[in-house]
């Protein structure tokens, strides 16, 4: 014979899957990355006691000012993202939650991924001395230029590098340097041709930028929504797209005349 239950009894029956999916929601990782502001770097100076930028086969300008490169800190690709974590760090402006495929090639080690990132950083060296000697007119067998930037990987400092070669061999032209004695930043991938590329993950390196000191922050034209978003007060946005491009807006800023693109 079946008894009848009660409603209260029913209700705490029914609950008891629904608090059991909850408990294995908040337990289980998800495939999210938490992406913070990360480090920035002077291009024009040194990282870890090396300078970033070393060229042979021309004379080097001693350079004021900086080219700061920006970066985003992800938790790793194998770390445990949990609902608690994703929901704590969803409104936070200093935060962001990406998809973990955004951040690091899906189902790649960690291992492989490192390679990845690496291989992808020194073909965006690469491409950036190869898009600075011809936006110079040099013959890239007469001038060598190396780069060094430890720990870290990807191709979004393309353009700060290619602009930092520039300022170091060249500087506005007429004997000035690029930045105008202001700390600069910015973002962006460069091909050998001088096209700057999207990168992702903008509005933390606006912050990332203005927290170590940039007052202009380079952005790549198709970015300039995501940029303007939780853009840090004091920092201005120039949008770019080629690498004459921000050449131009940079001398333009210097030396206070010609016209500067905004977002």
């Given at each position: 014979m079946l008894s009848r239950l009660t409603r209260p009894q029913a209700l705490a029956v029914c609950a008891l899957p629904v608090v059991a999916l909850l408990a294995t929601a908040a337990?289980?990782?998800?495939?999210?990355?938490?992406?913070?502001?990360?480090?920035?770097?002077?291009?024009?100076?040194?990282?870890?006691?090396t300078p970033?930028?070393?060229?042979s086969g021309a004379?080097?300008?001693?350079?004021?000012?900086?080219?700061?490169?920006?970066?985003?800190?992800?938790t790793g690709p194998d770390a445990r993202v949990l609902l608690g974590d994703v929901l704590g760090n969803w409104f936070r402006t200093d935060r962001a939650v990406m998809p973990r495929d955004s951040v690091y090639?899906?189902?790649?080690?960690?291992?492989?991924?490192?390679?990845?990132n690496a291989a992808q950083m020194q073909?965006?060296?690469?491409a950036a001395t190869q898009a600075a000697l011809k936006y110079l007119g040099l013959s890239a067998g007469k001038?060598?230029?190396?780069?060094?930037?430890?720990?870290?990987?990807?191709?979004?400092?393309?353009?700060?590098?290619?602009?930092?070669?520039?300022?170091?061999?060249?500087g506005d032209g007429s004997g000035?340097?690029?930045?105008?004695?202001?700390?600069?930043?910015?973002?962006?991938?460069?091909d050998a041709a001088g096209e700057v590329?999207?990168?992702?993950?903008?509005?933390?390196?606006?912050?990332?930028?203005?927290?170590?000191?940039?007052?202009?922050?380079?952005?790549?034209?198709?970015?300039?929504?995501?940029?303007?978003?939780?853009?840090?007060?004091?920092?201005?946005?120039?949008?770019?797209?080629?690498?004459?491009g921000a050449v131009d807006s940079l001398v333009s800023l210097e030396k206070g005349k010609g016209p500067v693109p905004s977002c």
């Open positions: 337990f289980a990782p998800l495939p999210f990355s938490v992406a913070q502001p990360g480090m920035t770097a002077n291009v024009l100076g040194d990282n870890q006691g970033v930028i070393t060229v004379a080097a300008r001693k350079t004021s000012g900086q080219l700061r490169m920006t970066t985003i800190q992800a090639p899906s189902g790649n080690t960690v291992k492989e991924i490192e390679k990845h073909q965006s060296q690469d001038v060598k230029v190396k780069l060094r930037l430890a720990d870290v990987g990807g191709p979004s400092a393309g353009l700060l590098f290619s602009l930092g070669i520039i300022d170091k061999l060249d000035g340097d690029l930045t105008g004695g202001r700390t600069v930043a910015g973002t962006g991938t460069i590329g999207a990168v992702g993950g903008v509005a933390l390196k606006t912050k990332a930028a203005r927290r170590d000191g940039a007052t202009v922050f380079l952005v790549p034209k198709a970015e300039c929504a995501d940029a303007r978003a939780e853009l840090p007060e004091g920092l201005r946005l120039v949008p770019v797209t080629t690498l004459k």
